[in-house]
């Protein structure tokens, strides 16, 4: 099957729409585009008009390709045939069937159509098709003009061929392509669910404000924190589709949704488009206040452990002697230990190592600098100042198992590695759809590399003990990667 010189039909007018109808008209296809609104696709085109004239003023454009591309594409009143259909309209199960009725008895058999769903399944849209083969998920993400990743989604009964052809179409279309079993949230919205669902669990457990969670994975390299993010969306969007994820994977309690959210819900306080979420808008999150204090010193200073943190640990302090052989990961100063976190809380790590001095747990620190979230197992401030002489920005936090980047990151990781096993997405597609659909500095499998999936491992068994229930059990395709 070869789509380069397609017809395109795109059914729906919306921003969604608009965007797929744009991309496709740029790569040189004649599109076709419909809503069922009167007057939408003629709107969605002279909107679409006005965003490529600006983009030409500014010299990101000629004016010849901005004429060119607009008169690809048609305003139509009704359905036409064309050799692929990409449907983005209403996410409604009962809405799409209809529709799909419609165009097999409109379209050739050889066409193809495409369904642009976020989280409705494949599989199910397909039921009654006459050609269920020829249907398959073509997921894009807003703005699709802008974003590269494609989710190619193929249902249970969808022709192989068909998903090759439009994987080759997409990155004809200069998109990247990764190829994913329809199961529930498909690659992105279900690796990504540990994002916010760990944040929620921190500000449940009173661990954490929002505004220091968001700073220390802003830190990490996020682009925005969980909690800013949940407003942008708006946590009406960001809650329902955390209860479809739950009860499509049949209540798992890993994807349990969170009361805190369900009462900003409930209050109406939905983020941004309401003025108030976790923070209160336009200001948005406050200032994080910072520990620090003054130089620290010691009479004996050891970097413990192996790994990228201990050997950023050792740049920090060339005079530190070394212990390669520790069992933990951190800095000894004198008598204090400033570990990093595995699991453990810092009170957890005193009692069973019957130690009198101080213990302080730090955070996976992942980025370059920052918020660092730290918890001590006493009244202890002066360990602290070693974290700060290390160029960090502490932020202190209840003394909770994890903390916040290290919980994060390793569910992400257990999340992505459940998605191999399941033969929903590849290692290499987990990790491109993550960074490319939702920005993340690094992909999950990247992440295991680099910190060690032995430690991932030891801290979610560790967070399993502590909280007792299935939300914390490891994939058993990262516990084989450990043997």
Not at 68 to 81: C, E, F, G, K, S
Not at 144 to 165: F, I, N, R, Y
Not at 357 to 384: I, M, R, W
Not at 434 to 445: D, E
Request: charged fraction near 20%; include cysteine; aromatic fraction near 8%.
């Amino acid at each position: 099957m070869n789509l380069d010189n397609a017809r395109i039909l795109v059914v729906g007018a919306g921003l969604m729409g608009a965007g797929i109808a744009q991309v496709a008209a740029q790569a040189g296809h004649n599109v076709l585009l419909f809503d069922t609104r009167a007057g939408a696709a003629d709107a969605a085109k002279a909107k679409l008009a006005t965003t490529l004239e600006g983009l030409a003023a500014k010299g990101k454009l000629t004016p010849e390709a901005v004429a060119a591309t607009l008169a690809r594409i048609t305003p139509v009143a009704a359905l036409q045939p064309a050799d692929l259909v990409i449907e983005a309209i209403v996410e409604n199960l009962d809405i799409k069937r209809a529709l799909f009725a419609e165009l097999e008895a409109l379209l050739p058999d050889e066409a193809i159509i495409a369904t642009n769903t976020s989280s409705i399944s494949v599989t199910a849209l397909a039921r009654g098709m006459k050609q269920p083969e020829r249907l398959v998920g073509m997921h894009f993400f807003n703005p699709v003009p802008l974003m590269k990743l494609v989710e190619v989604v193929s249902g249970l009964g969808t022709d192989p061929h068909v998903a090759q052809a439009i994987e080759a179409l997409a990155a004809r279309w200069g998109k990247t392509p990764v190829h994913t079993r329809s199961t529930p949230g498909f690659i992105v919205n279900r690796i990504a669910r540990p994002y916010y669902a760990e944040a929620l669990m921190l500000l449940q457990d009173h661990a954490a404000t929002p505004e220091r969670i968001d700073a220390c994975l802003r830190a990490a390299g996020f682009r925005m924190g969980p909690c800013e993010l949940m407003d942008l969306i708006g946590h009406d969007t960001n809650f329902a589709v955390t209860n479809s994820v739950f009860a499509a994977n049949f209540f798992d309690r890993r994807f349990t949704p969170s009361l805190v959210q369900q009462e900003l819900v409930d209050a109406g306080y939905l983020g941004r488009k309401t003025g108030r979420g976790f923070y209160r808008y336009p200001e948005g999150a406050p200032a994080v206040p910072v520990s620090g204090g003054s130089a620290p010193t010691a009479q004996r200073l050891v970097v413990h452990g192996q790994g990228f943190v201990a050997e950023r640990l050792t740049a920090a302090f060339p005079q530190a002697a070394r212990d390669t052989a520790s069992d933990w990961v951190g800095l000894e100063a004198d008598r204090a230990q400033i570990r990093l976190t595995d699991g453990r809380t810092a009170r957890e790590i005193a009692a069973e190592r019957e130690l009198q001095a101080p213990v302080v747990v730090f955070d996976l620190p992942l980025g370059e600098g920052g918020h660092l979230a730290y918890a001590t197992s006493g009244d202890f401030a002066a360990p602290v100042g070693w974290l700060a002489a290390a160029g960090f920005q502490p932020v202190e936090m209840v003394d909770v198992p994890g903390l916040i980047v290290a919980r994060t990151i390793a569910m992400l990781v257990n999340e992505a590695n459940d998605a191999v096993q399941q033969g929903v997405c590849s290692e290499a597609g987990a990790d491109a759809a993550m960074k490319l659909g939702v920005n993340y500095p690094a992909g999950p499998f990247e992440w295991q590399g680099r910190w060690g999936a032995a430690a991932i491992v030891a801290l979610l068994d560790r967070l399993d003990t502590y909280y007792r229930g299935e939300r914390y059990r490891v994939s058993p395709y990262l516990r084989l990667t450990t043997l």
